[in-house]
């Protein structure tokens, strides 16, 4: 969604907003623009369409070295170039950008606009620039936060001030922003991503603080003005710029990084010898998960798949209650928050609103939240304090491929150290510590000789309806092979318990209809099996996930695709990967735009 770049600096800004923008652009915008600070007054330039469009209008050698930019997802107001940030005062000495939605900007609007003042966008935002100038006698800091005690909603903003060429001022309030410190010249970002190839020390900013960036560094108050002192943090490599390298697409590299992604979330973690797990990062003692009576994970979309994924690990190895709930549904059926249940945000961005909302209810009842994000320093792994990184590294498609199995990754730990304290023997243990081992040369073997997804992508790519199905966890898989296929293809297809689809579904068969089957050799794959039997019957063309050596499965299919085998719980990080692959695939076939599918953005910032 949108992003937020600036820079108060010693050399030109604007190849280093426009640079920055470009690193943003993964996480989906629908226009752009960008202000600098020259000798004559602030400059804005604003475009609809790529940031490329908004670099191609902007004055050869435009100068300045103190600047924003920015990069809109349309919500408040249609996508046009009055609507593009920033926006400015009447006087156009004041700009702003923002991320996030101002709730109150109707009755400030209308109060504005009694006094006098007219509006040239449709946007929540336009009220800021003005109540800023309303409050504005000359010390800007204070101006910026007089007027945000104004408002309600969520914001990260950035504000320019002709008046005062060598400052940048940024406040938060629910959406992101990181500041980079460099030599000479300070950043600022919505997402480190477009940061880091200047600097990879940051400063994460944290709610209800005000920042006045300079050349020396940062200065950081909360609304009350008193002071704080930043955090400095260095990023680890693994948040470097990915370079799409000789892939044709990020989606097709970061699947195929899910053999290193995966092995970095077990790095350090796997205690093969005890046949147990340790994580740091959520500071829990044996004693204190024997005190642990349920788990319940909140997630959107793929991480939901995910937390699907664990909460029948958790069941199966641990036997503790657990469940995988929609965080969009849970944060608003006032939840039972017991004292003994503790609770997981699943987020790869640790942006997700609905996430962040879920979490909020639960701390607000008194439960206990961990995080399991990717994303270092952001909202959902500040608002949690403690969890587990999973440690997939950026990821720049839109379509979720390598955070899922670290996700299922990360959870599969969680399990493995919950179970040693109650169900499972040193010897048991020591079985799932050894498979989980394992999957990283698994799912690379898989990867070099992935079978016939071209002839799947082929059977799929023109139906009027597709089908997913599987049992147990590779219900979870089916679920997320449908959502990739929808993401990346926009083929209309759903995914079911494969022993449900006969109370519905199964009207859908007709004659050729594909059905895609992932039946790996577990406890419930006879189950399947006669399901895949009912589906065929009624002229289905049937493709089956199944595994290697397991010749009654693979005959059951008009295509077949083996993956390696493993234990049950862990079959979803090899089973998922087909399903990716067919995706992406059959989105290649149709001429999709891969990484930036149509209407998603990378982090869902509103609800
Ligand atoms: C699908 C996808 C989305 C996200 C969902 C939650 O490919 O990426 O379904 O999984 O929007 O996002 P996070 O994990 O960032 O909370």
Request: aromatic letters at 4%.
């Amino acid at each position: 969604m949108c992003g937020i770049v600036g820079c108060v600096g010693q050399r030109r800004v604007a190849p280093i907003l426009v640079e920055g923008l470009r690193r943003l652009e993964y996480r989906g915008y629908d226009s752009a623009g960008l202000a600098v600070i020259r000798p004559e007054g602030l400059s804005v330039f604003r475009e609809v369409g790529r940031v490329a469009d908004l670099a191609r209008g902007l004055p050869d050698e435009l100068e300045g070295s103190v600047g924003m930019a920015h990069t809109r997802w349309a919500t408040h107001g249609g996508v046009s170039r009055k609507n593009a940030h920033p926006h400015v005062d009447a006087t156009g000495r004041i700009a702003v950008v923002h991320n996030g939605i101002v709730e109150n900007a109707p009755e400030i609007r209308s109060r504005l606009e009694r006094d006098g003042i007219r509006f040239r966008s449709e946007t929540d935002t336009e009220v800021i620039p003005h109540l800023i100038r309303t409050f504005y006698a000359g010390d800007p800091q204070q101006a910026v936060r007089a007027a945000l005690q104004r408002l309600q909603g969520t914001y990260g903003i950035a504000v320019l001030f002709a008046d005062h060429p060598d400052l940048l001022i940024a406040a938060r309030n629910g959406s992101p922003l990181v500041i980079g410190l460099g030599e000479g010249e300070t950043l600022l970002a919505s997402d480190s991503q477009a940061l880091v190839q200047y600097t990879r020390r940051v400063v994460f900013l944290s709610d209800g603080e005000v920042a006045v960036l300079s050349r020396e560094g940062v200065d950081t108050t909360l609304l009350d003005g008193v002071r704080v002192d930043p955090a400095i943090q260095q990023l680890d490599e693994e948040w470097d710029v990915p370079d799409r390298g000789d892939w044709a697409h990020f989606m097709e590299k970061e699947i195929h990084e899910q053999p290193e992604s995966i092995r970095r979330c077990l790095r350090g973690r796997v205690l093969a010898r005890e046949g147990t797990a340790k994580l740091g990062g959520p500071d829990m003692t044996p004693r204190d998960l024997l005190g642990v009576g349920r788990v319940e994970l909140l997630a959107c979309g793929t991480s939901f798949h995910a937390a699907t994924v664990g909460a029948m690990a958790i069941e199966r190895l641990a036997r503790v209650p657990a469940s995988a709930r929609i965080a969009s549904e849970f944060r608003y059926r006032n939840p039972i928050v017991n004292r003994d249940t503790i609770f997981f945000a699943v987020s790869q961005s640790g942006e997700t609103a609905d996430t962040l909302g879920a979490v909020r209810e639960v701390q607000t009842k008194g439960g206990e939240v961990l995080g399991i994000v990717n994303v270092v320093g952001s909202s959902l792994a500040r608002a949690c304090g403690r969890g587990i990184y999973v440690h997939s590294g950026p990821e720049l498609a839109v379509a979720s491929t390598k955070a899922f199995t670290s996700q299922v990754t990360a959870l599969l730990l969680f399990t493995l150290l919950l179970a040693r304290t109650r169900t499972l023997s040193g010897h048991e243990g020591r079985a799932v510590a050894e498979a989980l081992l394992r999957i990283p040369d698994q799912v690379a073997a898989y990867l070099e000789d992935p079978g016939p997804v071209e002839a799947v992508a082929d059977l799929v790519q023109h139906a009027r309806y597709a089908l997913f199905m599987g049992r147990g966890f590779s219900h979870a898989v089916a679920l997320e092979g449908a959502l990739k296929l929808k993401e990346v293809a926009y083929v209309p297809c759903e995914a079911y318990p494969a022993g449900e689809m006969k109370h519905g579904p199964i009207a859908m068969m007709e004659e050729g209809t594909p059905v895609v089957v992932v039946v790996p050799d577990d406890s419930v794959r006879e189950k399947t099996l006669s399901n895949v039997q009912e589906v065929r019957a009624r002229g289905a063309r049937v493709v089956v996930v199944h595994s290697e050596g397991d010749p009654e499965a693979a005959a059951m299919g008009d295509l077949s695709i083996a993956v390696p085998r493993t234990l049950e719980i862990l079959s979803p990080l090899l089973t998922v990967l087909p399903l990716q692959l067919l995706a992406y695939r059959t989105g290649v076939r149709l001429g999709r735009d891969i990484d930036r599918p149509r209407n998603l953005a990378k982090s869902v910032t509103v609800e």
